[in-house]
């Protein structure tokens, strides 16, 4: 069995037969205070005084456990402990699934775990993926999500901040 095959089969196992009890979220965060953190919120497409998140991921919750699936430079696509990826974040917000979306968007996210960060930021990458896409194509694949041009960037990139704005049009409700 694949490293991912594992994980996922390790993970999401029990939510095979228990997807009704299972609760998906959209969960946004303001990073740290380091200089990776202040570069993304410079980047982001709203006025200074509203810009909140840097990061992006989709908290999953079973009856067993707690945790964020979302995509690092250093580590790719990982299932990470609801507690420790708080212990990374100075605020975060939760935009729970529509009802009966759960198991499908966490089932397109949980497909990603294993592969790696797209340093570059590109949307069109096969096999690799950020923060955003990897919760944007769970989500609505379709969508025309309202992406930015960045310095140094080839491709247009999705801002955690422009992310949050869409989920509330698509029927993601505050957790």
């Known amino acids: 069995m694949r490293r991912r095959d594992l994980l996922f089969a390790g993970l999401l196992a029990p939510l095979a037969a228990h997807t009704s009890a299972m609760h998906a979220a959209a969960v946004l965060r303001l990073g740290l205070d380091d200089a990776v953190t202040r570069a993304i919120a410079a980047h982001s497409p709203l006025p ?3 810009r909140r998140f840097t990061h992006a991921g989709l908290l999953v919750r079973t009856a067993t456990r707690e945790f964020v699936i979302h995509a690092t430079p250093d580590a790719g696509v ?5 507690g420790e990826f708080c212990g990374h974040s100075r605020d975060t917000a939760l935009f729970a699934a529509p009802p009966g979306e759960a198991a499908r968007v966490v089932a397109r996210c949980a497909a990603w775990l294993g592969k790696p960060f797209s340093r570059r930021l590109l949307w069109s990458a096969p096999g690799e ?3 955003t896409r990897l919760l944007a194509e769970a989500i609505a694949p379709e969508y025309p999500w309202p992406r930015m041009r960045v310095l140094f960037y080839p491709d247009p990139v999705l801002h955690p901040d422009a992310l949050a704005g869409v989920l ?5 409700q505050p957790a």
Do not use: K
Not at 168 to 172: A, D, E, F, H, S
């Open 48 to 50: 200074p005084e509203q």
């Open 168 to 172: 509330l049009q698509l029927g993601w």
């Open 78 to 82: 990982v299932a990470q402990d609801w």
């Open 129 to 131: 993926t950020y923060c």
